[in-house]
């Protein structure tokens, strides 16, 4: 189980990272929204849930609550610039099918429910 950073994103988070006292790390998970059921949340963690899986990469921490972990287990989080445009991008092993807006996501779990 894991999820990884590219290395445009570990540098964008590392710089965020660094501009917020008291951050300890990426919190990234998900939450029910949009019209395919799952969004993506991601946020600076300022402290570490019980329930949290951590993952660290180059000395950066990420934190995953359990619920969310089986439906991201395995992404890689990118970040992107096209021209005037950037984003983090998530590449996540799990999606099934996504909304046309590209806003959420749902899994074969999902599916099957």
């Known amino acids: 189980m894991a999820v990884t950073l590219a290395p445009a994103a570990l540098d964008r988070i590392r710089g965020y990272i660094a501009g917020t006292p008291g ?3 990426l919190r990234f998970g998900v939450r029910r929204t949009g019209c395919s059921g799952w969004g ?10 019980a329930d949290d899986r951590v993952f660290e990469q180059d000395g950066v921490r990420i934190l995953v609550d359990a619920d969310s972990l ?6 890689e989080i990118d970040f992107l ?13 799990n999606v ?4 046309g807006c590209g806003e959420s996501f749902t899994t074969d779990a999902d599916r099957a429910a």
């Open 23 to 25: 951050a300890v790390g």
């Open 40 to 49: 993506y949340a991601v946020d600076l963690a300022r402290e570490e849930g």
């Open 70 to 75: 089986p439906l991201v287990d395995g992404t």
């Open 81 to 93: 610039k096209q021209g005037l445009n950037e984003q983090f991008v998530f590449r996540n092993p």
């Open 96 to 99: 099934a099918a996504e909304c």
